[in-house]
């Protein structure tokens, strides 16, 4: 899995104390965001798969680091660990009804 997080500290000890503090939350909660609890490809998490996931996808693949863990999780529709062209192919197919 991947985590993006954005910040604008410098130092690096505080992005550690942040990142471990995300860390234990997950392992507190249970929930590391191994599950996916999104429609495939529904970026923009509307419960719809439209042309508007499709630009948010593209914005994920162009800007990972300003895009959600969960619009990640819900881009990747290949389920191959990696946001690319494919998964923009295979949501363009979903929406326009092509397997």
């Known amino acids: 899995m991947a985590v993006y997080f954005k910040t604008t500290a410098?130092?690096?000890?505080q992005?550690?104390?942040?990142?471990?503090e995300?860390?234990?939350?997950?392992?507190l909660s249970?929930?590391?965001?191994d599950s996916n609890d999104c429609i495939a490809g529904d970026a923009n998490s509307d419960s719809i798969l439209n042309v508007l996931?499709?630009?948010?996808?593209?914005?994920c693949i162009l800007h990972p680091n300003e895009c959600t863990i969960s619009?990640?999780?819900?881009?990747?529709?290949?389920?191959?660990?990696?946001l690319n062209v494919?998964?923009?192919v295979l949501m363009v197919s979903e929406i326009l009804g092509v397997s």
């Open 10 to 13: 410098t130092d690096s000890d």
């Open 15 to 20: 992005i550690s104390s942040v990142l471990q």
């Open 22 to 27: 995300m860390l234990d939350r997950c392992i």
């Open 30 to 33: 249970g929930n590391c965001g």
């Open 53 to 59: 996931d499709v630009v948010t996808a593209v914005n």
């Open 71 to 82: 619009a990640i999780d819900c881009v990747d529709m290949n389920s191959d660990g990696a």
């Open 86 to 88: 494919l998964d923009i």
